[in-house]
């Protein structure tokens, strides 16, 4: 029972926030999400378990959800937006070079586990594009020229512990 014994005020502080406890189940994905790395079978019953609900009902919700990740994922996910805004900018170009870089096809995750690639659909940034998600956190205009510093800075946060969870909150936190 990792959750209660790691985030006990916080699940009590959520779930005061409801009147029903299963309106409760995307919060606790959240925290399920960044405290297992991933949302296993482990954790899916978990959050279950302390919401009261059939397991079944909560392993729905992380199917449905494309920001819940049900298999291993990168300490960063990288999300490059393929719309055509973006891809007019040179979204094509960006996550080819990534997968050249990071020795990965798109939905696949380094070796090491420090990043997965996706591709997303427009995230509301198009004026900046072409865009780039790590882990929630918007890189705007990131042309090719960029990526060998992004990717440098987001292992050195991981090294320094500044890193967003994968559910967007600071690891710290
Ligand atoms: S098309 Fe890429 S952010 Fe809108």
């Not at 302390?50 to 494309?66: M, N, R």
Request: net charge negative; aromatic share 8%.
């Amino acid at each position: 029972m990792v959750l209660r014994e790691k985030y006990p005020s916080e699940i009590a502080t959520i779930l005061s926030n409801y009147a029903q406890k299963r309106s409760a189940v995307l919060p606790l994905l959240y925290i399920a999400q960044d405290a297992y790395g991933y949302l296993s079978d482990e954790a899916v019953r978990e959050v279950a378990d302390i919401l009261d609900l059939p397991a079944t009902d909560v392993f729905e919700v992380v199917g449905f959800y494309t920001l819940f990740y049900d298999r291993p994922v990168g300490q960063w996910i990288l999300q490059v937006c393929d719309d055509v805004p973006c891809c007019f900018t040179g979204a094509e170009q960006l996550i080819s070079d990534l997968e050249q870089k990071l020795g990965i096809q798109v939905n696949q995750t380094t070796e090491d586990r420090m990043f997965t690639l996706e591709r997303v659909k427009c995230l509301a940034a198009c004026d900046k594009a072409p865009l780039l998600q790590a882990n929630l956190e918007y890189h705007y205009q990131v042309t090719s020229e960029k990526i060998d510093a992004l990717i440098a800075d987001l292992r050195q946060r991981i090294e320094s512990g500044e890193k967003i969870s994968i559910s967007g909150r600071l690891a710290e936190r």
